[in-house]
């Protein structure tokens, strides 16, 4: 049996593609995985947020018991209904719905980058509007959170079908942008499939029409982006992906909310894959892991040597090309350095040249390796992270907690997490601005200098893993923004 609506109890349903540690691939499933259980945790509200997730291969066997919930139909173009199987759970804390369908494979990737990708979500998002109008019948208002296009179909047609569905009307609408130009192209085929009308006579671009995250954008009763500078930035031609016009009409119904870190996982006082834990006050004991890593790499131990790192989905994103010309102008300076990370195949080629042309200096390792990216956040000196783009980022965020300072550019959540203070006084990194080899060498010179100043790099060190990268204040600004669109 539903529960009945609570006059003061904020009941959010958030749908997301993927959640760690159930099932991850990138970013996006740290903040599904982590953002609604600090939700459910503030102290100062009563917020009953609820995940809803495709039932991707394997998540069963991560959970203690899996019921089936309830079953619904969703309608297609050729008159035939697909059955949508809704199971539930619970996983830390968290009530979960899991959606299955003939096009959610059991045994098929989160991602294949093709049209199943676009069924697949289409299918799920148009599932999990017909969870939310079935919770929404008993709880009446009700806040439909998604994320990226994935889930913004859900959105989109839950615009569409207010008019008609008495039960949808209190219910409002969040969807957040973790990476624009992910707009889900995979889907446009299918969409009339689905009876997913374009979005015609709006403001959005021709060209957005029948794109599922623009659709989403057009459609929210509120969008927000995963930190302060990128909500800035998506309204400028340089990251807007061609939306900044339609972005900067609904700028009064944008804001930005920079993404956490779950504190608990990454600790260096309880991480027990580092040869020795330790935290801001025993940094002598941090010395120890970065011996035993250079050791254990064959790399020069000598303490005077700053040990740089790239822990990076190698994307042009990333700016792993500017790294390397950049540190390609330094080759006088003393420095070793080691890449963890696969992605495109020509910056692996670029990652493995560099290595054969420093191979006394350099080390890469082409792949995804959780263990050893603790092992380097807890022994690297500096961790390089020349972004393109960035519109949070949470390498920055472990390295500093770590006590690795960061050289990053100043864009999205690099630049709302890092402070680079002419003064050195509160420093906690360095950020240079352009995006080029010539800008990320002089600021690494800058970040080289004073590593070479002990007790100057020790204060970096302390301020850095004393920031406070908690869910905590994120989760209370969410449940804020979900008040105020309640109110509306």
């Not at 369908?101 to 990708?117: E, K, L, M, R, V």
């Not at 393109?388 to 990053?408: D, H, K």
Request: charged share 20%.
């Amino acid at each position: 049996m539903l529960e009945k609506a609570s006059s003061r109890l904020v009941r959010v349903l958030f749908l997301a593609a993927e959640a760690a540690p159930l099932i991850k691939v990138g970013g996006l499933a740290d903040v599904a995985g982590s953002l609604p259980r600090a939700l459910r945790r503030l102290t100062s509200s009563s917020c009953d947020v609820r995940l809803v997730l495709p039932m991707h291969a394997g998540i069963g066997q991560k959970l203690d018991s899996v019921q089936k919930f309830t079953e619904f139909e969703i309608e297609t173009a050729d008159g035939r209904a697909l059955p949508a199987t809704i199971f539930q759970s619970e996983f830390q804390g968290v009530p979960l719905y899991l959606i299955s369908g003939s096009p959610i494979p059991p045994d098929a990737p989160i991602y294949t980058g093709s049209t199943t990708d676009g069924e697949k979500y289409v299918f799920f998002s148009l599932a999990a509007l017909a969870l939310t109008q079935y919770l929404a019948t008993a709880w009446g208002e009700t806040i439909l959170h998604a994320n990226d296009w994935h889930t913004a179909l859900a959105v989109y047609m839950l615009r569409m079908q207010q008019i008609t569905h008495p039960s949808l009307r209190k219910v409002r609408s969040l969807l957040t942008i973790h990476n624009l130009p992910y707009m889900g192209q995979e889907a446009r085929p299918v969409l009339d499939y689905y009876l997913i009308p374009p979005a015609q006579s709006t403001a959005l671009p021709e060209w957005a029409q029948t794109l599922p995250l623009p659709m989403g954008l057009w459609a929210a009763d509120h969008i927000n982006a995963v930190s302060p500078t990128y909500a800035q930035e998506i309204l400028t031609p340089e990251f807007g992906c061609g939306l900044e016009i339609f972005l900067q009409g609904r700028k009064d119904h944008l804001s930005g909310i920079l993404n956490g870190l779950d504190e608990e996982e990454w600790n260096p006082a309880k991480d027990f894959t580092l040869a020795v834990p330790y935290d801001w006050q025993h940094l002598v004991e941090r010395q120890h892991n970065k011996e035993v890593l250079l050791r254990e790499v064959q790399l020069d131990t000598e303490h005077h040597v700053p040990l740089l790192i790239i822990v990076s989905r190698l994307d042009r994103q990333k700016g792993i090309d500017i790294a390397l010309e950049g540190l390609a102008l330094l080759p006088n300076q003393p420095w070793n350095l080691i890449i963890l990370g696969h992605g495109d195949a020509n910056l692996e080629k670029m990652c493995t040249d560099f290595f054969q042309t420093y191979p006394d200096r350099i080390r890469f390792f082409p792949r995804l390796d959780v263990t050893l990216a603790r092992k380097l956040y807890a022994a690297g000196d500096i961790l390089l992270m020349p972004s393109r783009y960035e519109p949070c980022g949470l390498t920055q965020m472990i390295a500093m907690r770590y006590g690795c300072i960061p050289v990053a550019r100043a864009t999205g959540g690099l630049r709302d997490t890092i402070e680079d203070d002419p003064t050195l006084q509160r420093s906690t990194g360095f950020l240079f601005t352009d995006p080029t080899p010539q800008a990320f060498a002089q600021k690494l010179r800058e970040a080289l200098i004073c590593y070479h100043n002990p007790n100057l790099w020790v204060e970096f060190q302390k301020r850095a893993m004393q920031k406070d990268f908690s869910w905590r204040r994120s989760a209370q600004a969410y449940f804020e923004l979900y008040q105020k669109l309640l109110d509306t």
